[in-house]
């Protein structure tokens, strides 16, 4: 008996009217700059969210995480390894070109074949296709090599590029044979100068200038309801307050994260409104557990004190997680005792809080042998999370007061994520925002042993390794009953944070403001997105 999953093609309702689409500009000022243009260049949110504006996906996430059609119009799973979408009729890529079903092969090849990536950006997602087949234009069956019963969550983060920005004989998923291209594959370099930036989403690439703006411009042959802006600005403002100023000055319609502290100077203005939202992103320190010699750590005995699960243990009991949200989030977060709000699926109901407890910190720092302490370096940006460096600055105090002399290194996202990629930290913040909206998202990607294709374990730059979680973690994201892998999730989430490999701190809320003429829906995965702007109703 085939196991449905199926979603019926949901209308687009009816269009604009000619007076609701005017020729306004809508103005961004963003807290992080996305990278670039291309959609598969890193998996990053400031990136996704700039390419969910040019590049559709095969299936869509709403505001909550929800999932709806987008390129494909339904799907249905056999209750095994076989998944069936059927695509979207009458698309057309912003070239005119149709979009078919070899569109899609094309981009999961890509994905393959990406030598300008930064890490295993969603080639953890294609890794595990062991065919695809394409049975017609509108048809396509994914058989997948493990069970994966987040598919479509997980495809609702891909970008569908068009093939015809190379050259190719016919399309199929031959990677040996390079899928049918016989030009050269796409490089970031393409999509950054907009030659490559084709596709189906509701606007169009003008400019990319890094560093100074985004242009976008209303796409005339979107699929979907028209957009309300025929232009949008993308501006990063890295400083929350220059941010705040310039939506006061009037240079900005929309500013992101602006400090929730400063949310009082536009309560009582009616020109100006705010919205706060809860989000699935945890912010984190990530641990050098494996190498006897790390980086950015001097001890006296010259070992890796990471290595001692007491010593992690330490580290944690250091935290005031309640203070650094109260201080420095202006309570626009909440502590974080796992690695996704509690209710969420995969997590534990009630999670035993993460003490804040300096003394019995030293009590396991002399027990490891470790009560002189030892010299650290914090490894963070300071222009990618909210407060990053304000709240890694925090944490580097509290260690030092237990006897771990710690320094923070503080540098822009463009320099940090590379070098965290190339394994060049000790300890480092991280943020992750649940893609899928479970726990799965989190326990797949950082600590598990990486495997042959990089499906798994695909960011576990601090060598982590702990059998038993390989074990319940490789079950649970091939369990296609719900109930056995929210069962398993939330076992192995227990094993990684009775290690302390994963320091978690906080979940971040997304803040927006914006003038009051306007309406913005927040999203649980923080993405700013021009699509959830429209003017307010009147």
């Known amino acids: 008996m085939m196991r449905r999953t199926t979603f019926a093609l949901a209308l687009a309702s009816a269009a604009l009217s000619p007076m609701a689409i005017s020729a306004q500009t809508l103005r961004i000022a963003l807290a992080s700059e996305p990278t670039a243009v291309d959609p598969h260049y890193h998996d990053l949110t400031p990136n996704n969210a700039l390419a969910q504006h040019i590049f559709d996906s095969l299936v869509r996430q709403d505001e909550q995480q929800k999932l709806h059609p987008s390129l494909a119009a339904s799907w249905e799973n056999d209750g095994k390894n076989r998944w069936t979408f059927k695509l979207r009729e009458g698309v057309s890529f912003s070239n005119g070109k149709p979009f078919t079903a070899e569109d899609v092969v094309f981009t999961f090849c890509r994905t393959l074949k990406n030598e300008t990536k930064v890490s295993d950006s969603f080639s ?25 019963p987040l598919l479509p969550n997980l495809l609702s983060g891909l970008g569908i590029l068009s093939a015809s920005i190379v050259e190719h004989g016919p399309i199929s998923y031959d990677v040996a044979k390079n899928c049918g291209v016989t030009g050269a594959w796409p490089t970031v370099s393409g999509f950054n100068d907009g030659t490559l930036a084709i596709g189906t989403g509701p606007y169009k690439l003008k400019s990319y200038s890094r560093g100074s703006s985004i242009e976008l411009e209303r796409n005339p042959t979107y699929w979907g309801q028209a957009e309300p802006w025929a232009t949008v600005r993308l501006l990063p403002v890295t400083n929350a307050g220059p941010r705040l100023a310039g939506l006061l000055a009037g240079d900005y319609d929309v500013i992101e994260n602006p400090a929730a502290r400063d949310l009082g100077r536009i309560r009582n203005d009616k020109r100006f409104d705010s919205v706060i939202t809860p989000s699935t992103r945890v912010i984190y320190f990530q641990l050098d557990v494996a190498r006897d010699q790390s980086l950015f750590v001097k001890s006296e005995d010259g070992k890796n004190p990471l290595k001692d699960v007491r010593v992690r243990k330490a580290m944690s009991l250091a935290i005031d997680r309640d203070a650094i949200v109260k201080r420095i989030m202006d309570g626009a977060a909440e502590p974080a005792y796992q690695y996704l709000p509690t209710g969420m699926f995969g997590t534990q109901a009630k999670p035993e809080k993460l003490a804040y407890d300096p ?180």
Do not use: C
Request: glycine letters at 8%.
């Open 124 to 148: 953890d997602v294609t890794g595990n296709f062991a065919s695809i087949e394409t049975p017609d234009p509108k048809t396509l069956v994914i058989t997948t090599k493990e069970p994966e």
């Open 359 to 538: 003394a019995q910190a030293k009590k396991l720092l002399a027990e490891a042998g470790y009560d002189k302490g030892f010299q650290l370096t914090l490894s963070t940006t300071n222009d990618r999370y909210i407060n990053d460096s304000q709240i890694t600055q925090a944490v580097a105090q509290y260690l030092t007061q237990i006897g771990i002399k710690t320094e923070v290194d503080a540098m822009t996202r463009a320099i940090y994520f590379p070098r965290r990629a190339k394994k060049e930290f000790s300890v480092a913040l991280g943020g992750w925002g649940s893609g899928t909206g479970e726990a799965a998202s989190f326990l797949r990607q950082w600590p598990p042993t990486p495997n042959e294709p990089k499906t798994i374990g695909g960011s576990n730059y601090g060598g982590y390794k702990n059998e038993a979680f390989d074990k319940v973690i490789r079950e649970a994201i091939t369990t296609l009953d719900d109930a056995r892998r929210d069962q398993l999730l939330q076992e192995a989430g227990k094993i990684v944070l009775a290690d302390y490999a994963f320091i978690p701190l906080h979940f971040e809320s997304g803040i927006w403001a914006f003038k009051s003429e306007l309406d913005v829906k927040g999203r649980a995965d923080q993405y700013m997105l021009a699509m959830s702007v429209k003017p307010k109703a009147k």
